[in-house]
């Protein structure tokens, strides 16, 4: 029995596409059914299979996961006329059709309302009809033709084929994210942004190079997080033309990793380039987080960093206590490494609090996803002043600049709201 996916909220609500092959597949990439072209949406993201006689919803590992009536989903989930399905930020209703009939796209009431943010496409049937009977007709045809109009015709049917690949091509390119410039400028705006080949925002084939300015007397930490790496020999990272060190293997996202940049291969004018190559042909790599931490090097004052350390480990203990907990001992850590740069040996402290800092950047990264994925939520459902608490709620966790810029994500919100209701 076929079914229809419905677009449920937004300017988009009552877009509706119908569907009757046993399975459909919902992602980023052209390759799909159904093509949800927005952030948030994986290449392949998620599938609707026929298992019997029903339809059960599958998430293909996608990173940012498929909810079910507003759970997200672990294992096959059958469907029931009515089901809420949530792929990135666009929520579907999942309805049996009783009439079958031909895959087919149905227009939305109102046209003229659709958000032109959420772009969706439908591809073209797997299985094509026969036409065997009517095929005669033109077999007539052609055997009445003259030779001259036969080669004209072959002529124009070859050049509208390649039109036709042409567009092919550059559709799947603009569903697969933007080409990477000669050098991407490393600043708060493309934290947020994934470089490399395949399921990435930005298309970078096989290398992508990422450019900043380091002031004197800095010490700086290149932080990334690795994305789908096969081998320890794949993805090579290089500072200023010079072998710096080998990406880790990483079946999907990797752990984030921090690279100390070695002075004596920094550049004498402090502006810096640290590249990825990829070595493994053509194939899907990625990285993403990227950042540089800049650290002043001080004389150093090992009383200070105790102090800062102790107090760090106190808000780590109290971290369930107060909301920003968690970011005050961070930024604690943080205080304590500033103060052992300059010391000569560095204490063995110093590798502790390094570590203390990757894992509350970890565990940060980890509460700005969980609250804004279900501020999202909400307002995926109608809820905006349930989801304006949790921006709100945001920055009570994060007081202050942070690796995520989750305060700066929800502030953002936050404003776009307020602008919202005051054009009302």
């Known amino acids: 029995m076929p079914f229809v996916l419905t677009i449920a909220t937004g300017l988009s609500r009552g877009q509706s596409f119908q569907f009757d092959a046993p399975e459909v597949t919902i992602g980023r990439g052209a390759e799909n059914s159904l093509v949800l072209n927005e952030p948030g949406v994986s290449r392949l993201h998620a599938r609707i299979q ?15 996961g498929t909810e079910l009536n507003g759970v997200a989903i672990e294992r096959a989930s059958p469907l029931r006329g009515g089901d809420k399905i949530g792929v990135g930020t666009t929520l579907f209703e999942f309805a049996l059709q009783g009439d079958p009939g031909e895959t087919r796209v149905v227009a939305p009431a109102a046209p003229e309302a659709r958000d032109q943010r959420t772009r969706l496409s439908k591809a073209p049937a797997a299985q094509p009809k026969s036409i065997a009977p009517r095929a005669r007709a033109s077999q007539a045809l052609w055997s009445r033709l003259p030779m001259p109009g036969r080669v004209a015709l072959v002529a124009a049917s070859a050049l509208i084929f390649a039109g036709l690949v042409r567009m092919a091509v550059q559709k799947r ?55 789908r790496i096969g081998s320890p020999s794949e993805l090579e990272l290089r500072l200023n033309g010079k072998h710096l060190a080998w990406a880790p293997v990483a079946a999907g996202r990797g752990e984030e990793q ?95 609090v390094a570590q203390l800092i990757k894992d509350c950047e970890r565990d940060l990264d980890k509460e700005c996803g969980r609250l804004l994925f279900t501020a999202a939520r909400l307002e995926r459902y109608g809820q905006a002043d349930k989801a304006q608490q949790i921006f709100r709620e945001v920055l ?29």
């Open 50 to 64: 026929r298992q019997g006689s029903q339809w059960v919803l599958l998430d293909n590992g996608s990173a940012n």
């Open 173 to 227: 390119q603009a569903a697969r994210g933007p080409e990477c410039p000669e050098t991407v400028a490393v600043d708060e705006g493309m934290a947020g942004f994934t470089f490399g080949q395949g399921d990435v925002d930005v298309q970078c084939k096989g290398s992508v190079s990422f450019g900043f300015n380091l002031p004197p007397k800095t010490r700086s930490l290149f932080h990334y997080q690795p994305l």
């Open 258 to 352: 921090v690279i100390a940049l070695p002075e004596e291969a920094l550049s004498s004018d402090g502006r810096d380039i640290v590249a990825f190559r990829e070595h493994a042909g053509d194939k899907e790599w990625g990285v993403g987080k990227v950042r540089v931490e800049m650290l002043a090097i001080t004389p150093g004052d090992m009383a200070a960093a105790r102090e800062a350390y102790d107090r760090g480990r106190r808000r780590l203990e109290e971290r369930r206590i107060a909301p920003r907990n968690l970011y005050d001992a961070w930024k604690s850590f943080a205080a304590a490494r500033r103060q052992m740069e300059g010391l000569n040996p560095r204490p063995p402290l110093y590798e502790e």
């Open 396 to 424: 009570l966790h994060f007081p202050g600049e942070d690796p995520s810029s989750c305060r700066k994500k929800a502030q953002e919100n936050l404003v776009s709201a307020q602008a919202a209701e005051g054009s009302k």
